[in-house]
């Protein structure tokens, strides 16, 4: 199956070097009830599977951020890393297996019920001299085969996913969610929009500089074991450290993770 495909490390090496690659992208994520129209921007033929250490606890002076790394034991670090991971080997967070892709929000122009076009979504932050600058809300999908990237290869296998631009509903809260898809024939004109490159943001989540840096202070035993049911469980699943601290399920964090680094997104792109 296409979606299977892992790209080489030759590939997302010269993928992050031609590119560049410096800007933090966001995540595109749902909440229960959530509907957003979204056009994917990577086909669906080169939607890499990646293995993934998400919600990362990682203590700050004022209490914890949560992190996404992809571990660098997935295949395309493992020449790199001698098949090491400080998180799965030092610090014990469980990875598992995603599916990522590139997304751009979307605004819909509408007829009755019926979407006639869509735009991308703009999102407004201030640059570093204070004047106010729009980028289209372009974003990391991160989700699993079942219930998300099957649907869309699937949806593929009968027409092209560059032609369609989809509603997407998440219904439900817990293990069992759901996404709706809605598929429409209209796409936004991209002509002008600089899309970044998956590889280079997969290169970054994995690189060990982001390991060197952004890991310091994480201790041992520290994290919690997201893949059994939210930490049950695990003996400091109920510690209280503060209001950082995360409730209800994996999906959700997702979106608490995308709110932060859409913040930090905005603070990346007003040093740049
Ligand atoms: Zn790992």
């Known amino acids: ?61 004022d209490g914890t951020r949560w992190d996404t ?53 703009m999102r407004k932050f201030e640059d570093r001299e204070g004047n106010e600058r729009e980028v289209p809300q372009i974003g990391l999908v991160i989700q699993g085969a079942k219930n998300f990237f099957s649907y869309l290869g699937a949806y593929d296998e009968r027409e092209d996913l560059s032609d369609a631009s989809f509603e997407v509903q998440r219904e439900g809260a817990s293990t069992d969610t759901k996404y709706h898809f809605f598929p429409i024939s209209a796409v936004p004109d991209l002509t002008d929009i600089e899309v970044p490159s998956l590889e280079s943001i997969i290169e970054r989540m994995g690189s060990e500089e982001k390991y060197e840096t952004d890991l310091e202070g994480v201790l041992p035993g520290s994290q919690k074991n997201w893949s059994k049911g939210g930490g049950k469980g695990s003996s400091n699943s109920k510690k209280e450290t503060g209001t950082a601290q995360p409730t209800g399920n994996l999906r959700s964090q997702f979106e608490e993770i995308a709110e932060q680094v859409k913040g930090k997104s905005a603070a990346a792109e007003a040093v740049s």
């Open 1 to 61: 199956m296409a979606l299977d495909l892992r790209k080489g490390t030759d590939e997302i090496r010269k993928a992050a070097e031609s590119s560049g690659g410096g800007r933090f992208t966001p995540f595109i994520g749902w909440k229960d009830g959530d509907v957003k129209l979204v056009h994917f921007l990577t086909a669906a033929q080169e939607i890499p599977k990646v293995r993934l250490h998400a919600f990362v606890e990682i203590p700050t002076d």
């Open 69 to 121: 790394f992809v571990c660098r034991k997935d295949p395309a670090f493992r020449e790199e890393s001698g098949n090491t991971c400080k998180l799965c080997d030092e610090i014990g967070h469980v990875a598992t297996d995603k599916f990522m892709a590139l997304a751009v929000e979307l605004e819909a122009t509408k007829e009755g019920k019926k979407i006639k076009s869509v735009t991308p979504a």
